[in-house]
């Protein structure tokens, strides 16, 4: 049944608990209807041109007071094309922005690492200075202007094209879902807003000071130590590193640390030999843990014993041990470089990082050169023991 009555939004609520309501027409705006869904809780706003009822959007995910403010614009649009005429679900890039976020920290693909880079670059960075904005008026000069260049003045190119980056994945999602009607940045890139090209980083750690890191590693607390030396000859991520399970590890002869895939960076299930002065190493450490009663499912506990250590108490450390001069990545990347020094076929030493290589590479890896990997674990253990002799000793401080 087709209801006529002034449209307000206790209104439409009261029509829609009346089953026998299929649909509500506004006599303010005869043009302008609202028929709602089975559900009775949304429903589908519709306007009258060219002889036709056309689709603007939705409620209650655009209200009443949208619509109607939307209606003069329809028009224009409806004169021209019936394409393209619906109404944005959201009306400033903080409601788009908010919605991304909430989205993002649901999303079981993604780590709690980038969930929390996404939220606090959002927060911090990006809806301070862009969040008021509405969507229909975000332009190149706009994004210029409020955004890009007064973040350029105080952040690295490499952070700017991060929250770049952030920002378009955002606009892209809600366009692919159709909660806004164009996205005013598909045309735009980064390189617009002038020379915004992302260097490689320098390496920070080299090889030829793992000697004097070594040694005093072997001073550092047992954790910092652990985290260390594991990325230093594995060549594993943090967030892998960190998260190590005590089950995911075969402390024998032929020892072997089988990584998840839901802690690569990858998805990709991985496999990394344990060379022997390793293996002695983990045995110490798990047998200290359990003396002083701090043994734990994972490898490295948080403080309190709850959970994995956290990515910030990781960064922490490697802040603490290196007095900032190198981070986890640049430790992962010098076992990299250590892997070139030594001759480490160059698939081997990707495989070794589970850097994806494509299928064919992968197929060849799997079946043909697992045992190189541990030919070359076993090599790089033995050459960070002369560099240092002691890296592997127990007991620790």
């Known amino acids: 049944m087709l209801v006529r009555l002034p449209l307000n939004e206790s209104a439409i609520k009261a029509q829609a608990r009346i089953a026998d309501t299929s649909e509500v027409r506004c006599t303010r705006h005869p043009h302008l209807k609202l028929r709602f869904h089975k559900s009775r809780t949304s429903g589908t706003w519709l306007v009258w041109s060219n002889a036709q009822w056309n689709v603007i959007g939705h409620w209650p995910q655009i209200s009443l007071q949208r619509i109607v403010q939307g209606l003069p614009d329809i028009a224009l649009r409806l004169a021209v094309s019936s394409n393209d005429i619906a109404i944005n679900q959201f009306e400033t890039v903080a409601d788009l922005l908010t919605w991304y976020v909430t989205r993002c920290q649901a999303d079981g693909h993604l780590s709690q690492t980038r969930k929390s880079t996404i939220e606090s670059s959002v927060r911090l960075h990006i809806c301070p200075k862009l969040g008021f904005t509405r969507i229909d008026m975000l332009t190149k000069s706009i994004l210029d202007k409020k955004l890009i260049w007064p973040l350029q003045q105080t952040l690295s190119m490499g952070t700017v094209i991060k929250y770049f980056n952030i920002l378009k994945a955002a606009f892209s999602q809600a366009h692919k879902l159709e909660y806004i009607n164009i996205n005013p940045l598909s045309n735009i890139a980064i390189k617009d807003f002038g020379r915004f090209k992302q260097l490689p980083r320098a390496a920070r750690l080299q090889p030829v000071m793992l000697p004097e ?150 197929t060849y890896i799997d079946t043909q050169v697992r045992q190189w990997q541990r030919q070359a674990i076993v090599n790089h253990a033995k050459w960070l023991v002369a560099c240092h002799a002691h890296c592997f000793a127990w007991p620790c401080n």
């Open 213 to 362: 890191i070594l040694a005093s590693l072997t001073k550092a607390p047992v954790p910092t130590r652990v985290l260390m030396l594991m990325q230093l000859v594995f060549g594993t991520r943090v967030g892998e590193t960190r998260q190590a399970k005590w089950r995911d590890l075969t402390l024998t002869d032929d020892g072997v640390w089988h990584i998840p895939a839901n802690h690569t960076k990858t998805g990709q299930s991985h496999q990394l030999p344990i060379p022997a002065p390793m293996v002695a190493f983990l045995q110490h450490y798990q047998h200290w843990l359990n003396e002083r009663g701090e043994l734990s499912v994972y490898l490295l506990p948080s403080a309190n014993g709850s959970g994995p250590m956290t990515h910030d108490d990781a960064s922490y450390r490697y802040k603490v041990f290196s007095e900032g001069m190198f981070s986890s990545h640049d430790v992962r990347k010098c076992a990299r470089s250590c892997w070139a020094e030594q001759g480490v076929d160059f698939l081997v030493a990707e495989r070794l990082l589970n850097h994806s290589l494509g299928k064919v590479a992968e």
